[in-house]
């Protein structure tokens, strides 16, 4: 795995390239600014597959800088770490909505540096797979749905939203007592599955990002952040108080994606309809694994499919 | 075969040359603190040298306890909070004032003890 790492402190710098290579990763490229770390992305021959960055850093800092490399195309998808002392929630909130994949505080803990970025090398390995298969798949791949029923749907212009790796992070990210002020709920298109199988997976993928959008503008005003999780669920992560009720929320959404109902229908699209599941609020089962919340939150949006339908 | 003594450990150490240069840099900010808390007793402390102060703290909790210095690593993280919660143009004389004596007093132990060793 290539990896490049941005930090104004040369110190901290080198023993992360000592603790990097005794963890495996020997290919490990240095940058002491945010300017030196663009300029070296720029020339990077290989792009690299993981990014490491510092968040306090003199002209640009580390989520400003985030933010300016999620915006590359070649560099929407790479996992980006966040390595930091800052550990308040306003900086967690703002890397991740930036586009941070994972969040790591320093003094970083070897083990859990190991486990972390054994989690990104994964998803790095499985990006390569997707990728080649993508381009050695021939004529058929053009075929082929865009995305797959199941399959996850990047929405990176959708305000506040991010991936669901990056969710599941910046849960844990939170620690447990901030994390039990937050909800997780689940939303569900009920006639995804339809959608997906009369327009093709192209059009099922737009009609999800309007979803999406939909999600994120009934919520507006609020600190909130949202993901895809495949097959027409969506979830949404802010504090309990911010949550409405699922029936006043499935309205609230109904409502918003109904104002594509006349361009929807001028294209001959089937119009989404949405519903909502309990809020999930974090309990002591889930103090190991503070994603659970999320994970929770989706089976039970998908179990009230045809249930709690609130149609618009 | 090579004895095992304090001096080749640290030479198979690979931390020991960030080490080295962590405690040169650690010395420059205890001055760097020193001076400014020496100004009017540190009851002028202004918003810059409050940054100043913030600046070396949050260096060295990043990197502290990661080689072996936690007391330190704690009480930079402790002077860093202290100072951020010190709304600007306070005096200067409360609890961050405090803590930053005791970080100085810990940098001071943490080189004796390096210039011993």
Partial sequence: MKILAVDDDRDFLAYLAVTLGELGYKNVTLANSASEGIRKIDFAVVDFDCIILDVQMPDMDGIELCARIRSMRKYRDTPIVMATTMADRDHIDRAFMAGATDYLTKPLDKVETRARLGVVHQLVREQLRANFAVANAGRDIRSAPAHGFMDSIPLKKVDGAIDMFAMSNYLTTMGIFRAVSMSAVGVQVTNAQRIHEIEGGGVFSEVMVDVANC?????????????????????????????????????????????????????????????????????????????????EAVARARETTGQVAVTA | MTPLTPENQAQDDPLAPIRRSFLGHLGDRCLAIDAILERDGGRGIGREEREVIIHHAHRTAGLAASLGFETLGRLASAVESAWTRTPPGDDGTGPALEVTLRFLDEIERVLDEDLVA
Avoid: K
Wanted: net charge positive; glycine share 8%.
């Fill in chain 1, 215 to 295: 999600l994120s503008d009934s919520l507006s005003g609020t600190r909130r952040m949202l993901s895809y999780a495949g097959g027409g669920t969506f979830v949404v992560l802010a504090s309990r108080s911010a949550i409405p009720n699922a029936a006043e929320f499935g309205a609230r959404i109904n409502r918003y994606v109904s104002e594509f109902e006349a361009v929807y229908s001028d294209l001959g699209i089937t119009l989404p309809e949405v519903t909502v599941g309990p809020a999930i609020h974090f309990r002591v089962s889930q103090l190991r694994a503070p994603r659970r919340l999320v994970e």
